[in-house]
């Protein structure tokens, strides 16, 4: 019998109906199989399942019922929730893409990462609304919202464009929903994370992309002041083909970084044009010339560089984050929180951003769907990295800048960047990220297809 009460022939029984791996706690395999992005958000399972087909999945979740368990799923594990006690499904092996070039569309398993599906998509011409990291789970994404980096403010959020989910449902059901099949679900999961089920496959459409303009440029921090204020003005008057953000970071000695930047306090100016090049150029030459530029990497680019705007660490990377939504950004909020991370403030965090929003983002889709942050012109989202004694003091900060901003806070937040410990999302937090209507219905639609509440190892949304 095992810690969490589970016997190990039921382990066996399960495992003999399951052709990816089984594993519990001590056996070859499970440490690996349980392992996240995030060090400080560690899995600890009853036993974990690494499922090689939709029937896989399905035995797990049926499994846990059986047993009393929660089900908690993992790709890479960016955001994930702790899992003690839980069967951890690994969706890993689930990373089949192909595309129907005539639709415009992909399927995506539910393991597969942004960087296996633009290695179908670029071939043949199309795009999808992707993530800003290549290296993280496009499933994740999707079902969280998912903002771009790119086709975002051209084409809404990642959730606007799925067509179709392939979905087992607490019941050990596997289904496929779309808005005619059953609408209700199919609002709840495009928005509703993984309350409702596990993904192990879904439809997006794609978009004939090819090439954007575009990238990164850093600057001194010393000019913080200048650009941020400079960015605030300019972002919110770009055309719906622009998007942008900008980034006041303390960047790590990475001999991986160019010269100038490592160990450097710069901020990083990040911007993408789909469209003519010489467009681009000229859309982004204001805040080419608002400060002396270190590195520039903002260039005509094909599809396939979309993860060179950012450059986020594929990690692992031991981090603490808060977000918050904002429903304007004046002088005041610049200044407020440049009194925290800009020059001479001794900022303990790696990076403090902003992302610009508006465009389609705004537009609600039809279908409409669970994501909660239509209207909201600008996000921040800040994080620090560090080992376990310096985690008072970057919660501790991370607060301050929340803190500093609040006047001007919006009352949604991203569900994809809500942290994935307790402080920044508690089940007020939650609650609030979706905002009453949403997260009622969302409740509502929660108690018909896991009254049990079955998969609550996440961002939780409890049924009504």
Request: with cysteine.
């Amino acid at each position: 019998m095992s810690e969490h009460g589970i016997d190990e022939a039921a382990v066996a029984a399960l495992a003999a109906t399951v052709t990816g791996l089984v594993a519990a706690p001590g056996d070859a395999g499970f440490d690996e199989e349980c392992a996240t992005y995030n060090p400080y958000t560690p899995m600890r399972p009853a036993v974990v399942v690494g499922a090689a087909s939709g029937r896989d999945v399905a035995a797990a979740i049926r499994f846990a019922g059986e047993h009393g368990l929660p089900v908690a799923t993992l790709t890479t594990g960016h955001q994930v929730r702790g899992a003690d006690g839980a069967v951890l499904i690994n969706l890993r092996r689930l990373n089949r893409v192909t595309v129907d070039v005539d639709a415009r569309t992909a399927r995506i398993g539910g393991g597969a990462l942004w960087s296996e599906v633009l290695a179908v998509t670029t071939p043949a011409g199309l795009a999808p609304v992707n993530g800003s990291a290549p290296h993280v789970g496009a499933t994740g994404y999707l079902l969280g919202g998912g903002h771009s980096p790119t086709l975002g403010r051209l084409y809404g959020y990642g959730a606007d464009t799925v067509r179709s989910v392939e979905i087992v449902t607490a019941d050990g059901n596997a289904r496929r929903v779309t808005a005619d099949s059953d609408p209700d679900l199919f609002f709840a999961v495009r928005g509703g994370k993984g309350n409702f089920g596990v993904v192990t496959a879904l439809e997006v459409e794609l978009f004939p992309v090819t090439r954007f303009y575009g990238g990164a440029v850093f600057v001194a921090g010393e000019h913080a002041p200048t650009l941020l204020h400079a960015w605030r003005t300019w972002a919110p008057a770009l055309p719906e083909s622009a998007t942008t953000s900008v980034a006041v970071q303390r960047l790590p000695p990475d001999p991986a970084l160019p010269e100038p930047l490592r160990g450097a306090f710069v901020v990083a100016l990040r911007f993408a044009f789909i469209g003519d090049a010489a467009e681009g150029e000229r859309v982004f030459a204001p805040m080419r010339g608002a400060a002396p530029i270190l590195v520039d990497g903002v260039r005509d680019r094909p599809y396939a560089e979309v993860g060179l705007i950012h450059t986020d660490p594929p990690g692992p990377l031991p981090y603490v984050d808060r977000t918050t939504g904002l429903r304007d950004l004046p002088a005041e909020a610049v200044d407020a929180l440049l009194a925290l991370v800009g020059p001479g403030t001794g900022c303990p965090l790696v990076s403090v951003e902003l992302r610009a929003l508006g465009g389609a983002l705004d537009r609600r889709p039809e279908p409409p769907n669970a994501v909660a942050t239509r209207g909201m012109p600008f996000v921040l989202f800040g994080f620090g990295v560090g080992g376990p004694e310096a985690l008072p003091q970057l919660r501790g900060y991370l607060g301050r800048v929340l803190d500093a901003v609040s006047p001007w806070a919006h009352g949604r937040q991203m569900a994809n960047f809500l942290s994935a410990v307790d402080e920044g999302a508690t089940p007020a937090e939650v609650r609030a990220a979706y905002g009453d209507e949403i997260y009622d219905r969302l409740s509502k639609i929660k108690q018909v297809y896991d009254p049990g509440n079955l998969f609550r190892a996440n961002h939780n949304i409890p049924p009504a």
